[in-house]
T-cell receptor
Framework: EAGVAQSPRYKIIEKRQSVAFWCNPISGHATLYWYQQILGQGPKLLIQFQNNGVVDDSQLPKDRFSAERLKGVDSTLKIQPAKLEDSAVYLC????????????FGEGSWLTVV | QKEVEQDPGPLSVPEGAIVSLNCTYSNSAFQYFMWYRQYSRKGPELLMYTYSSGNKEDGRFTAQVDKSSKYISLFIRDSQPSDSATYLCAQEAAGNKLTFGGGTRVLVKP
């Protein structure tokens, strides 16, 4: 079974530039998550989708971050304009619908803002 | 107070030793707990999950939950160099949302 795919793996941008990350979840998984993991910290949930609808985006900095999952499969996370403190790993994850289902993570997209 | 807390380490042990990892949590409303392992430059992978109190064993790994003290533990027996990684504890809230601790880095020396 193919895992959660993410791209690009690594990105370096200057502050105030924009960046976009793409995620393809495990086939059949209705729930998709974006987590932010700052170096030395645990992952923090940014946004959760159920199919193509947003379930929770309470921790998404909406002035600069946006995410979409238009057809209920792939998802894109965008940051514009980037700040230095956005340097982190952006982890996409997916699971089957409902509580108690295992959440599978991708390998992450590493962002450095200089 | 953070909802889930763990010592960042690093925790260094010789090969074959028992690794003992701990987390504390503050919200008693949710009783699903997970341990994830994260290798350098990789995503977290689920090791074990437990519900409510008690022990769960899977090979060399044992997870414990102590509701009275709001403490969750992971023990790794006969540790191997391949167990060197960061271990993340997590609490699952409603809707399959995970709150992670900060992670403990473990180094098993040959």
């Amino acid at each position: 079974e193919a895992g959660v795919a993410q791209s690009p793996r690594y990105k370096i941008i200057e502050k105030r530039q924009s960046v976009a990350f793409w995620c393809n979840p495990i086939s059949g998984h209705a729930t998709l998550y974006w987590y932010q993991q700052i170096l030395g910290q645990g992952p923090k949930l940014l946004i959760q989708f159920q199919n193509n609808g947003v379930v929770d985006d309470s921790q998404l900095p909406k002035d600069r971050f946006s995410a979409e999952r238009l057809k209920g499969v792939d998802s894109t996370l965008k940051i514009q304009p980037a700040k230095l403190e956005d340097s982190a790993v952006y982890l996409c994850a997916s699971s089957q619908q409902g509580s108690g289902n295992t959440i599978y993570f991708g390998e992450g997209s590493w962002l450095t803002v200089v | 107070q953070k909802e889930v807390e763990q010592d960042p380490g690093p925790l260094s042990v010789p090969e074959g030793a028992i690794v003992s990892l701990n987390c504390t949590y503050s919200n008693s409303a949710f009783q699903y707990f997970m341990w994830y392992r994260q290798y350098s430059r990789k995503g977290p992978e689920l090791l074990m999950y437990t519900y409510s109190s008690g022990n769960k064993e899977d090979g060399r790994f044992t997870a414990q939950v102590d509701k009275s003290s709001k403490y969750i533990s992971l023990f790794i027996r006969d540790s191997q160099p391949s167990d060197s990684a960061t271990y993340l504890c997590a609490q699952e809230a409603a809707g399959n949302k995970l709150t992670f601790g900060g992670g403990t880095r473990v180094l098993v020396k040959p």
